[in-house]
Structures are given as structure tokens and as C-alpha cells.
């Protein structure tokens, strides 16, 4: 999924208020419902190449239903399923790379408006229960009047390279054997990108950055994550690890990566993420298999 370009799905901002309009569409022929459990999965064909979509049936129930658009000339729903769907699942980490884009925009929508309905049910000025309005885009406290939107989180993820091109590449604890990836942190408040950046990767992996550049951002709901990537030249080139961030690391040359992918002990970051986007730009043509 290639992010950069013009979203296929229309979200229908101008008809958001109309419940009218809203029914209608969830009434019409060949409308749908992406059901999102609470890990995040939705339903799947076998192999995960496209999503199994649930037709919209019976009556419409705005408390729980939210229309996240129009695409392809269909209107799309999504709804926090209690249980994981049945059948075939999967989660955006997982599919991500393997949906034709409509579908894979459809379902990182539907995985981080299910995610903000889900956790943030209350009013956080009262504590009082809120309710879904224009048509699951917002929520609106009856008690005292406040309306919230869903919350984005900046973070920054930088593609590292030393004088000798090679890549900075880091594993965490919780990851399992030989995953590693680039490092990545979020924006605090007060910072810009570029100073969350030079802090991030200081307070990790103890190196100095110059020559920051944008490549591309991604939606990434775990829970409601927007990453904002770069590349950048390192300036200090000793590593000293935050062993409560990551467990090791090290500088990699092309042929080192391609050498311990091979042998099975290395792997790279899932190809439906932004830092296995960065680290194939890193790298050229004839990047590695993840």
C-alpha cells in the first residue's frame, strides 16, 4: 500500500449529519460491514489477500455501526465485534501487504475508529457515557456538552546510515529472535518531528543525526500511531544502547543483511510497515525477502 496518494475511500464528510442519508446507504444493495475484534482482527479470505466482508443487514444502530465511506460506489461500515470475528482472520500487520490498496485503506480505517470506540467510551472533563455522532467520526457527552474526536499520536521512525552506507538496525526484547528493524519513537509535547527525532535516537541508541529527511507516513492503529519516516546520516557512530528500549544493535552493510537473511537469523520489519519501506529504500533494488 502505497500511501502518498489520493485515499479511495470517500468518507463523505458533507453527508455526516444526515441520518436520513446514512440509513439509506445502509439499506441500499451491496452495502457492508467490516467487524474489527478486540486484537484488532477482521475477517479474511483464505490467505488474507482480501477482506470477507459481512453484508449490512436488519436495522441500522448508529450506537455501534460507523460509516467509515463510500468505495468503489458502496458504502462501508465497520462495528467493534465483543468476540473476533468468525472464520479466517487477520490484523493489519498481517494483511496489510497482501489487500489490493481500497481494501487495505478500509481496513486500517476501520481498525483505528473500532480502537477509539472501543477504549475511549466516557467523557474525559465528567466521566459520563458518551454517544457516537455523525455517524461514528465523533463522540458527544449528553451530560456536559463536550464532543471528542479520535486522538492520532505522531511518532517518528528514521532509517540511520553511517559514512559507509550501512543501515542502523535494532532488536527489542519483547520481539521474537532476530527481528530487528530502524528506530523509531514519539513526538512529546512542545516537539517538533525533526527534535523528536535527534532526542529519540539519542536517548536510545547514543548517536547524533544531521542531514534529516521526510520519505512518507503511515496510519499505523496500535493503537492510534500516525509514523512519520525519515532517513538521516549519523554523525557519532558508537552505539550505546538503552537496554530498557532495546536489547542490541548493530551497523549493517547490504551484504550482512542479505547473508543473515539467508541463514534464517536475521529478520527485517513485516512488509506492511513503514520501517520495512524505509529499510528497502535504504537498500536499492533487489531488497531481501522479509
Not at 467520526?137 to 559514512?163: Q, Y
Amino acid at each position: 500500500m502505497e500511501w502518498d496518494g489520493v485515499s479511495s475511500l470517500d468518507r463523505v464528510e458533507e453527508h455526516r449529519d444526515d441520518f436520513a442519508w446514512i440509513a439509506r446507504q445502509w439499506a441500499a444493495g451491496g452495502s457492508v460491514v467490516l467487524p474489527v475484534g478486540p486484537g484488532g482482527r477482521f475477517p479474511v479470505t483464505s490467505g488474507g489477500k482480501r477482506l470477507d466482508f459481512r453484508a449490512a443487514t436488519g436495522e441500522l444502530d448508529p450506537a455501534t455501526v460507523h460509516l467509515l465511506g463510500l468505495s468503489a460506489g458502496r458504502a462501508v461500515f465497520c462495528t467493534a465485534a465483543e468476540e473476533e470475528p468468525s472464520g479466517v482472520t487477520a490484523n493489519v500487520r498481517e494483511a496489510g501487504h497482501l489487500l489490493p490498496a481500497d481494501e487495505c485503506d478500509i481496513a486500517f480505517a476501520a481498525t483505528a475508529l473500532t480502537n477509539w470506540h472501543r477504549h475511549e467510551p466516557h467523557c474525559s472533563a465528567c466521566g459520563a457515557a458518551t454517544e457516537p455522532r455523525r455517524a461514528g467520526l465523533m463522540r458527544h457527552c449528553p451530560e456536559c456538552g463536550r464532543s471528542s474526536w479520535p486522538r492520532t499520536d505522531p511518532a517518528v521512525i528514521v532509517a540511520v546510515t553511517n559514512a559507509d552506507d550501512e543501515i542502523l538496525l535494532a532488536h527489542q526484547h519483547t520481539w521474537a529472535p532476530g527481528r530487528v528493524s530502524v528506530l523509531a519513537g514519539f513526538v512529546e509535547t512542545g516537539e517538533s518531528l525533526e527534535q523528536a527525532l535527534h532526542r529519540e535516537i539519542f536517548e536510545e541508541a547514543g548517536i547524533r543525526l544531521a542531514d534529516l529527511q521526510y520519505v512518507a507516513s503511515q496510519p499505523w492503529p496500535f493503537p492510534r500511531s500516525l509514523m512519520l519516516g525519515f532517513r538521516a546520516r549519523a554523525t557519532t557512530t558508537d552505539l550505546v544502547f538503552d537496554q530498557e528500549e532495546l536489547a542490541w544493535g548493530d551497523w549493517y552493510s547490504r551484504d550482512r543483511v542479505r547473508e543473515e537473511v539467508g541463514a534464517g537469523r536475521l529478520f527485517l520489519p513485516m512488509a506492511s510497515s513503514l520501517a520495512n519501506l524505509l529499510v528497502r529504500d535504504w537498500w536499492g533494488e533487489d531488497a531481501p525477502p522479509v
